[in-house]
Structures are given as structure tokens and as C-alpha cells.
């Protein structure tokens, strides 16, 4: 095809946005991707790369239904009537594969974006996972435990007939952990009339889970940290007085901040706390919560029991220990100072101004937690100023990672101790991490992992696809 590199990725933008109008998310999403990948298109010798992209850029499936839920509020019960997605992205590389996001903010650009982000990421575990995502807007907060299961299981009758160990297999996102994946698993139960493990993952240890799946993304994404400070050798930006053992400890003394007070801030906060780091701040929806000197191990227990049991707000937190409730304002825009932020809430929580208020208050390291939390311009701008810039699809791969291992466990009718799965977990983002340096070294830019996590991911769909004869007349 002819034209300029520029031109041609303009082509495939304009293209995309014409059969896919006004999503912009997934226009974001895709357009982060391909700009990021311009040097493997300069260097692509006989291989049509782009050509290629714009195939793997269109979903192979889009899969929309109707679900009707009540509630019961004090007036009266009431049927909402809403639209379920699935996105099933890619198959390459194995069945769809990816969370399902139950949250007011759900569209079908939503689910897009995060359907496309799933490939690459999915790729970068080395799993034979391919792609996906859905969810439905839903509101979860104030809802009875009732009026989740129902709506759990109305989403569930208009899945079922689409999902399937060999065929699509969801998990948990946003508003999805394991209260909901049981209640689906339980009407996928009831709708096939047998059990069939291997469906979903997230699942309970009680009912076929894997152990560690819900602390896997909070671990994965220290685990890959970790990584990332020992090959960059980030003692050297610290002042004198701050190295003492960190050299055994590589979180000791680091100040970070995380967004979010879900699974994965929760987990990425515990880890962090076991290795010695200080976690300043959480946040939800409605304000952030800060603490100088980091948060204690009571107030984290006090968090997880907030945030699991209770299903509070941040603001609930008692403050007298040392901590500061700040009310609608989120974490990037305090202006705090820290080494390391770990984004764990949702897309677009870093913008430009937030990615300046991190540099301006000494962060050298961003590595993300949720899927796509930083802008665009912010990714650009953050990139020139911290050192080390470790991108979603690289970073929060733990927990589709150990969804994979759950659903090696579940064919093999067998489970590992949470030994074997932490190991496993641990070389996966360690060779993750490798993947991604790797491949952005070899082209000779190796502080770019965003480039060498997008273009390693991309290259296993790439040769996939070509050997299964998709990307020829
Ligand atoms: P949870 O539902 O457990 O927690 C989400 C957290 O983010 C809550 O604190 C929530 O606050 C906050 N949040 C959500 N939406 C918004 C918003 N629009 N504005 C401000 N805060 C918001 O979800 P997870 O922890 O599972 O997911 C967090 C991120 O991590 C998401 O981007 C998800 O896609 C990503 N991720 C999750 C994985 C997993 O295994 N769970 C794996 C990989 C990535 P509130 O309660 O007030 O809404
Ligand atoms: O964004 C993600 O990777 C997830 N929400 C986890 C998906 C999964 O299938 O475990």
C-alpha cells in the first residue's frame, strides 16, 4: 500500500473511527498502540505490519444482549433493562479471554478499549489466551447483596450461550470479584444443568478457584516493579541517607502512591508493605485518603475490611492515626511527593496535569495497575520526565496470568498450593518484564517498555495470525 508511515496510520485511524463512530476509548487505545509501534513499521522489511494491524484492530466478535434486573428500593421493586457486552477481541493465541466491568461508566468503547489492550496483554504472558472483555453499566453502590446476585444472574442468561472453556472464558474487572463471579458461575450452573469449572475464573477456592487469584494483579504489579528497579538500577536516584538496605530490600524506604482501593490496590498495597515500602495514599469515587508516613498494617486491614465486608467509602476510614481525607479530589491531583505511583483505579485518572503534579513532586517510577489509567499526552509527557515507565499491558498481567493458571488447573482436575502459584506468578512477570526490555532493546531503545511491551505482544498475535492465513488474499 502506499503512502508514509504517518499517513498510513492516519488511514487506519480514520478507517476505524468511520466503522466504529464515536468510541473514543477504543480510538485512544488503539491509537496509543499504533503510534507507540512506528519503529517496528520503519523496520518492517517484507512483513506488512501495518497491514496487518488494522485486521487485528477490528474485533472478531461483538456480542451485545439485553438484561433486565430489579431492584427493590423504598418504593417499591422497580426492572431496570439494560445492554450486556462481550467483546471477543482475538483468538490467536487461545480462547477470548478477559474480566467482565460492571460500573455506571460501561459503553461499548469501554469494553473495546479494554477488549484490545487484553490481546496484547494476554500475548505478553505467554499463555495460549487470546482476548476479550464485557460488563454492563450497573451501579453497584448501595445495591443489596440480593440485587447483585440477581443482576449477576440476569447478565449470566444472556451470556451463557457465547462463553465456554475452549470458547470464551471471563473473570473479574471493575464491580467483578468473587461474590460476583460465584453468583455467575452458579446460574451458568443452573442454565447448562452441569458443572463445568473451566467457564469463568475468580472463582472461589471453595468452588474450583485458583489460590492467589485475587491478590495476583496487586503482586504481579510489585513483582514487575521490582524487576524493572533492579535492572535500572534505581538506588543510584536515591539520596545517601535513604540507601541504607535497600540493596536487600528494594522497596524499603520508597514512598508510593496508589489510586483505587479495589483488588488491585489492595493487593499491590500489601505487597508493597511487605517489602518494606511506605503506601501514602488510596482513593475511590468520592475523595482520597493520604498518610505521610504511610499507611499502618491495622489501617490496611481496616481498608480491606472497608472496602470487602462493609463495601464503604474511603471517607469511612478512621483519621485519627495520621491520615488526611481529602473529598472529591483524586490522587494525582495533590500534588504529593513520592518515588513510585502505582494507578490501580480506572482509565484516564493520570492526565497531563496529574503527570506533571508526579514529576514535579520527585516520582521516577509510574507503573500502571488499572488498564489505561494515564492519557495519552500524560504517557508522552511522563516518558521524558520518570525514569522508568511501565505500561498496563506489561504491568497488571499478573492477574490474567493466574487466570490462565486457574484454568490449567480446572482441565487438569487438580490445584496447586499458593506456593506454586506465587512461583509461577512471579517468573511469568519476571519474564515479562525480560520480553519487554528485550525486544525494546533490540531496537535500541531500551528504556522504552511501552514500545517493547506493545510491539512484543503485537508480533506473537502477528505471527499467529499470518500462519493462520489471515492476513492474505
Ligand atoms: P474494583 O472494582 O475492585 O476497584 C476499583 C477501584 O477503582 C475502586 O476503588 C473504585 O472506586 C475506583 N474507581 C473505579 N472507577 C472509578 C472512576 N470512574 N473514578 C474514580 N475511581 C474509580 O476493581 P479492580 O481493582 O479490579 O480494578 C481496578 C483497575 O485495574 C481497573 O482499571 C481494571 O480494569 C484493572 N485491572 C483489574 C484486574 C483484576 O484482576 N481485577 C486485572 C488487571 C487490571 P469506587 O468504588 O468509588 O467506584
Ligand atoms: O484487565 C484484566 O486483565 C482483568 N480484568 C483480568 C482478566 C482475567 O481474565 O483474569
Redesign the pocket.
Known sequence: MAGTIEERIEEILRALKGRHPGQEEFMQAVEEVLVSLKPLFENQGEEDYLGAFSVIAEPERVIKFRVQYPTFGPEGAELHTTTGYRVQFNSALGPYKG?L?F???VSESIIKF?GFEQIF?NALTNLPIGGGKGGCVFD??GKSDSEVRMLCEHFMKGLYRHIGPNLDVP???????GREIGYMYGEYVRLKGQPDMGVLT?KSTDFGGSKL??E???YGLVYITLEALKKYNHYRYLPEERRAGVAENCFKGLKVLI????????FAAQKVMELGGQVCS?????GTITSTEGFSEDQLKELFHL?NVKRG??SEMSTAEGLEYHAGK?VWELGLNCDIALP????N?ITLEGAKNLAAGGCWCVAE?????TTNEAVDYLKTKVDIYIP?KAA?????AT?ALEMAQNSARLFWSSEEVDEKLNGIMTNIFATAYKTAQEFDRPWDLQFGANAAGFLKVYKAYKAMGYLKF
Do not use: C, W
Open positions: 474480566g466491568r460500573h455506571p461508566s479494554l496483554k453497584p453502590k473473570a473479574g474487572d471493575i464491580g467483578v470479584g475468580g487469584r485475587p495476583a494483579t496487586g489510586s483505587g482501593s479495589g483488588n488491585v490496590a489492595q488510596f482513593s475511590d469515587s468520592t472496602k467509602r474511603v483524586s490501580s483505579a480506572t482509565q485518572e495497575g488499572a488498564n489505561m489509567p498496563a497488571n498481567a499478573g492477574g490474567v487466570s
